[in-house]
């Protein structure tokens, strides 16, 4: 019987799945395979669908001394495939086994107790092939897993911290092997969640190998959203998902240590597959393990047809017959879209007619709120005074402001533009000589006269 320990201090690098579906595979292939749960977590348990309640036959009670292995030994789905389970009692059994005698072997003992049984009575070891899942870490319970085996079998991630620890592992296993278990050899490197697409990968993957010429699987274990799915199910991979590539990776990795059964002298006389078959015809080992073959090219979907194609094909259409016992459906009518109307272009709105400030009457014709008609005339005596002053400061304000424009309009065009104004034909009145010779205005005309000059 081949006992195996996965091992690696560092969490969540592959240790349960590898535990969980390697055991399937071997158990496919015909072995009668036996796994222990050994971390307080009870992750492979939950794998596999087979948890321990308390109080009941676990690893707890084996290392105890209150069950055998016998007892606690549990069957799964996977035909050939049984499991020693693990609860959260096995949290406190660091803390109760520090101070009992012997303490790193009590698993040892417990199992060649069980094997020597077996023996016994039916003349072969109980299992072909014994699989330790290793807590993450490496306390008591990891030490008596390394203790209680003779092959090793250490998984890790192709990445930058996976390799810092595994010095520390490499002392360990060899200080077990000279204190404790002088048996305890180190099988393989098992490189999980393995992208050859990154670049990081396929450097640390290449730093393992150099490191550990030989000890390297020659498959590593692809990353595989399937792997990580088939736990939440209580499936193995081979259950779950048999056609993914995680499938393959655990076929080949079980075919490859089927090839070193020759070690041991149990093993050796049992069927295996021949020695140069390659490790891509691992769907050889267990037929669900075939890699999918590639899908056919999808084919291009038709536009989809008009409206008024639709109306056509289906008034061209012979109607179908209605069997007797159908209710006949109702028809439809389809009814072509109306054509949209053309948008109303509005016309532009004349312009307003700006209101003439001049004017003697209101520009829009309306009457003034009190009913009174308006009286904007001026005074006769002003009003002389006042065409004359209006022709001065329009022609002032009509002057061009370049040097070389047309000369300022003549005396009787403004007179002219001032009868258009509303205003009557003036009186003529004879030019001031001077400033003192001009008529004396009333206050309104002197105001007007104001703003005129200011604006010149």
């Known amino acids: 019987?081949?006992?195996?320990?996965?091992?690696?201090?560092k969490g969540g690098v592959g240790k349960t799945t590898t535990v969980a579906n390697l055991g399937a595979a071997l158990a496919l292939a015909g072995r009668r395979v036996v796994v222990i749960d050994l971390d307080p977590q009870a992750n492979l348990s939950l794998h596999l669908d087979v948890p321990a309640a308390q109080n009941e036959p676990s690893i707890y009670t084996v290392l105890t001394g209150e069950t055998s292995v016998t007892d606690a030994l549990r069957p799964t789905r996977t035909p050939n495939l049984s499991i020693v389970s693990s609860n959260i009692d096995l949290s406190g059994a660091e803390l109760e086994l520090?101070?009992?005698?012997?303490?790193?072997?009590?698993?040892?003992?417990?199992?060649?107790?069980?094997?020597?049984?077996?023996?016994?009575?039916?003349?072969?070891?109980?299992?072909?092939?014994?699989?330790i899942d290793c807590p993450p870490s490496l306390g008591l319970l990891s030490i008596n897993g390394l203790v209680a085996v003779g092959e090793t079998i250490v998984t890790l991630q192709t990445e930058?911290?996976?390799?810092?620890?595994?010095?520390?592992?490499?002392?360990?296993?060899?200080?077990?092997?000279?204190?404790?278990?002088?048996?305890?050899?180190?099988?393989?490197?098992?490189?999980?969640?393995?992208?050859?697409?990154?670049?990081?990968?396929?450097?640390?993957l290449a730093e393992i190998k150099n490191y550990f010429p030989g000890q390297v699987f020659a498959r590593p274990i692809g990353k595989n959203v399937k792997l990580a799915e088939a736990p939440s199910y209580g499936r193995t991979i081979f259950d779950y998902a048999p056609e993914c590539s995680g499938a393959s990776d655990y076929a080949a990795l079980a075919l490859e240590l089927l090839h070193q059964e020759s070690r041991d002298p149990d093993l050796a006389p049992l069927p295996r597959p021949p020695r140069e078959e390659s490790m891509a015809s691992s769907e050889k080992l267990v037929d669900k393990t075939a890699l999918p073959q590639p899908k056919p090219p999808r084919e291009r979907r038709a536009p989809k047809p008009a409206a008024a194609e639709v109306a056509q094909s289906a008034a061209a259409a012979p109607a179908a017959p209605e069997a007797a016992d159908d209710v006949p459906l109702r028809e439809l009518e389809i009814v072509p879209a109306a054509p949209h109307a053309p948008a109303t272009v509005r016309e532009p709105a004349p312009p307003r007619e700006p209101a003439n400030v001049l004017a003697r009457e209101p520009a829009n014709g309306r009457e003034p709120a009190n009913g009174h008609a308006h009286d904007d005339s001026p005074p006769a005596a002003v009003e002389p005074a006042f065409h004359a002053l209006a022709c001065t400061a329009l022609a002032v304000a009509e002057q061009p402001s370049s040097v070389d424009a047309a000369p300022p309009a003549a005396p009787v065009e403004l007179e002219n533009r001032l009868t258009s104004y509303g205003f009557g034909e003036p009186a003529l009145v004879d030019a001031p000589s001077s400033e003192d010779e001009l008529p004396e205005l009333p206050s309104d005309a002197l105001l007007l006269q104001d703003d005129a000059s200011s604006e010149t």
């Not at 019987?1 to 201090?9: K, P």
């Not at 101070?99 to 790193?104: L, V, Y």
Request: charged share 30%; aromatic share 6%; hydrophobic share 45%.
């Open 1 to 9: 019987m081949r006992r195996i320990a996965i091992i690696n201090q």
């Open 98 to 131: 520090a101070s009992a005698i012997g303490r790193e072997s009590l698993l040892r003992d417990a199992l060649d107790a069980w094997e020597r049984a077996a023996r016994e009575k039916d003349g072969r070891a109980p299992a072909d092939y014994l699989l």
């Open 160 to 204: 930058f911290f996976a390799l810092q620890g595994m010095s520390k592992l490499i002392e360990v296993l060899k200080l077990l092997q000279k204190r404790l278990n002088p048996s305890l050899s180190l099988t393989g490197m098992l490189p999980c969640m393995y992208d050859s697409r990154l670049k990081l990968g396929r450097e640390v």
